[in-house]
T-cell receptor, first 112, second 114 residues
Framework: AQSVTQLDSHVSVSEGTPVLLRCNYS??????LFWYVQHPNKGLQLLLK??????LVKGINGFEAEFKKSETSFHLTKPSAHMSDAAEYFC??????????FGKGTKLSVKP | NAGVMQNPRHLVRRRGQEARLRCSPM?????VYWYRQLPEEGLKFMVY????????ESGMPKERFSAEFPKEGPSILRIQQVVRGDSAAYFC????????????FGQGTRLTVV
């Protein structure tokens, strides 16, 4: 069975400081992992995806994530937060049938 | 190429009425997924359809909920005899192929049952 756990429901950072959003997964086979972002009253947008190629994945808007099999983690990072990064972020793992299993989300707040 | 289009964006229904949510996938996409987002929760998978076929409906409530994706036209998520607990945001996604491929999401339909 596949599952994903986002360890923090809320993260608050100051503008210009690093962002770390944590995600651990459970999968009985080699998973594909995604991070999606949802801005208020908007649909979800794909930030990045891991599909068993390079373990360090670069996404849009300066975000990146590293797949660590030994730790079953896929944490999302960004060196310097921007006000426009304030949103909700979802870590996602695929099921064997192809649909997506979402974490509960992490709300990122960015203070001026 | 328009993205995934969902309508209506907001839907208000009285208890006992029917709600019909529409989703037009991206052009060329034949795989459609429906998700429900309850307040303070992540998205929960409901159903996965490929043109005219239901591939996986393991997340769909057994009663009152149904989904279709006809050969022509949008995918429809239908909720009969709505109750207050059905109030949520319903998101549709589409993909070009199924397994492990990128899914593109619509902006969602926010259903409020009064």
């Amino acid at each position: 069975a596949q599952s994903v756990t986002q360890l923090d429901s809320h993260v608050s950072v100051s503008e210009g400081t690093p962002v770390l959003l944590r995600c651990n997964y459970s999968s009985s086979y080699s998973p594909s992992l995604f991070w999606y972002v949802q801005h208020p009253n908007k649909g979800l947008q794909l930030l990045l995806k891991y599909t068993s190629a390079a373990t360090l994945v670069k996404g849009i808007n300066g975000f990146e994530a590293e797949f660590k099999k030994s730790e079953t983690s896929f944490h999302l990072t960004k060196p310097s937060a921007h006000m426009s990064d304030a949103a909700e972020y979802f870590c996602v793992v695929t099921r064997s049938q192809g649909n997506l299993i979402f974490g509960k989300g992490t709300k990122l707040s960015v203070k001026p | 190429n328009a993205g995934v289009m969902q309508n209506p964006r907001h839907l208000v229904r009285r208890r006992g009425q029917e709600a019909r949510l529409r989703c037009s996938p991206m052009k060329g996409h034949s795989h459609v997924y429906w998700y429900r987002q309850l307040p303070e929760e992540g998205l929960k998978f409901m159903v996965y359809l490929q043109k005219e076929n239901i591939i996986d409906e393991s997340g769909m409530p057994k009663e009152r909920f149904s989904a279709e994706f006809p050969k022509e036209g949008p995918s429809i998520l239908r909720i009969q005899q709505v109750v207050r607990g059905d109030s949520a945001a319903y998101f549709c996604a589409s993909s070009l192929q199924g397994l492990n491929t990128e899914a593109f999401f619509g902006q969602g339909t926010r259903l409020t049952v009064v």
